[in-house]
Each structure stands twice: as C-alpha cells, then as structure tokens.
C-alpha cells in the first residue's frame, strides 16, 4: 500500500507523515512535489501540515492552484482515500473538496498544544479503526483553525454526519472550553459527502508514537491501511 | 488601468482582528468608533485601455483568487490612466458583493 504525500513549498509536516505511514506503520510512501501532474500510482494521498507559500493570501489559497491538486481532485472524485492535516486541511477547504473556510482563532493566538478529539464518525477510511466516541489527544499548531461554514451549511454537515472529529476534553464532552480556537460546533475535522476526503485540524502524524507523548494519531493510519485491504480483497 | 480590490469579511461573519482593533480604539478613548472590520486591499496593473475588460478581469480574480466567496465580498474601483486632472470627475466606481 503506497502513501503519497504531497510537498508543498512551506510544508512542514511531510516528513512526520512519511515517518508514520513508513517506519511505524511499515508502509510504502514516496514525496509527490506539488508541481507534479500525477501522483505516481499512490493509494492514499496526504496533504501535509506546514505553511505553504508562506500563507500568503490566505492559508491555502496559492496551494490549491498547485499542478498536483489537478489529479488529488480527481483521486477524490473516483474514491481515492485523502488526508488534509492542519494546512492541509485548509488547503482542501479552499480547493473546494470540503466545504468551509478558516478564520483566525477566536483569540488571535497560534495554538501549539496537545488537545482531545472525539471521533463522531467511524465510516470513513480514516476512522474506521477508532470506535464511536473515541477520544483522541493530538497536537494542535495553528493560527487558522477556527472553522467556519454558513448556517445551512453547518446544518447539512451535522445531518449528513459529516463533522468526523470535534475538540473535547479528556472525558469527551464537547464543552466551550475545549475549543482551542472557536471553531463552529466546535468541529475538529470533516468528511466529504463521499466520506473519501478527510480534513483535521489537528496533527495525527505527530503522535504516533508513545516516545512523541501519544500514539493517538495512529488509528488514523491504521484505519486506512485497513480499508484500502478490505477494498483490495472484494 | 488600474483596478483597486477591496476584500472584506462578510457581515455575518464576525471578524476578530477587527473586535480587537475596536476594543483597542475604545481603550484609547474612541468611544464613537463603534466598529471596525479589517480587510484587505489590492492594486492590480492591467494591460487593457478598455474598462470594460479591465472590470472582467479583476472581477474573475478577486472570484477565483483574491476573496474567499465562503468568507469574504469583495469591491472594485478603476483608475482611468492616465489620471485625470483635478476635479475631471470620480473614478468609475462598480460594486461587487
């Protein structure tokens, strides 16, 4: 099973992705520039965390007209397994492969903290491997994390369960807070109505080992590797 | 011709930067600023004499790249070049959100 994991000018989560999904998880992985025009025969695409072009704009928003997003868009479009984490996620925000966009934090500051997930849904190739209600501590680093979506859009979210992860604390109850940042319902990541595309703002790369203080993070790896096998052996 | 766009943060949606400022603003005094939303500002230099296609372009890019739709509206305004003399009249002006 093959990770392709995008680099972006600015990424800096790339080589933590690349760790997890090879020398945790035992995996192929192999960088993809983001000036490339395809993705080399990848099972599962990750657009790391970092700062691309220097967040420039808006973070995201030279990132997503990267020849590489030509082909991620059609990998999601066909069902491809992708992974947006923190910058990423942002990315696949103004992409448009998840709707939405980011703010800055309720309170202006950069977050560099461990925070707790709850996963809400466990139907996407990410979560697959998490129980419901799962409570995840992962690190957070962002300046840009506070979701935020129309009032309709939010509504079609919740009703198509599609917020997957939402900040909570230790115990998982989703309280104010424990929202490091404002986000909408204190939403953490999000599906696409396929459930194929996957964004969080949180970094499940950076723990998945107990020596990085959580191997959390982990079961999003896991869970993925075990989906593409399933679907490999119908 | 230039085109100056003007990105803002849509109404409903609340502008943190923009509450800090004014709380700062309130703290100096500014009682009668009762808001202030920040937003961004763009000078684009179009090779085009025609207003007409330099109102298109500026306006597909502000779309596609300069503003968020999620988020953010936006604004043109048009400099005829070369400028006019003092007084010749407003720059034409076209809303846009």
Known sequence: MKFGIVVFPGSNCDHDAYHAAKHVLGQEAEFIWHKETSLRGADVVVLPGGFSHGDYLRTGAIARFSPVMAPVARFAEEGGPVLGICNGFQILLEAGLLPGAMLRNRDLKFHCAHVCIRVEQTDTPFTIGAAPGQVLRLPIAHGEGNYYASADVLAGLEASRRVTFRYCDAAGRTTGEANPNGSANGIAGICSEARNVVGLMPHPERACEPALGSADGLVLFDSVVRALAAHASV | ?97
């Open chain 2, 1 to 97: 011709m230039k085109a100056r766009v003007f990105v803002t943060l849509k109404p409903s949606v609340l502008d943190p930067q923009g509450r800090t400022i004014a709380d700062a603003l309130h703290s100096l005094g500014y009682t009668r600023v009762a808001d202030v939303r920040q937003g961004k500002y763009f000078e684009l230099e179009i090779e085009t004499s025609s207003a007409e296609e330099a109102q298109a372009i500026a306006a597909e890019v502000a779309d596609k790249v300069l503003a968020n739709p999620v988020i953010e509206s936006f604004r043109i305004e048009l400099d005829q070049a070369p400028p006019r003399p003092a007084g010749a009249g407003r720059p034409q002006e076209a809303r846009l959100s």
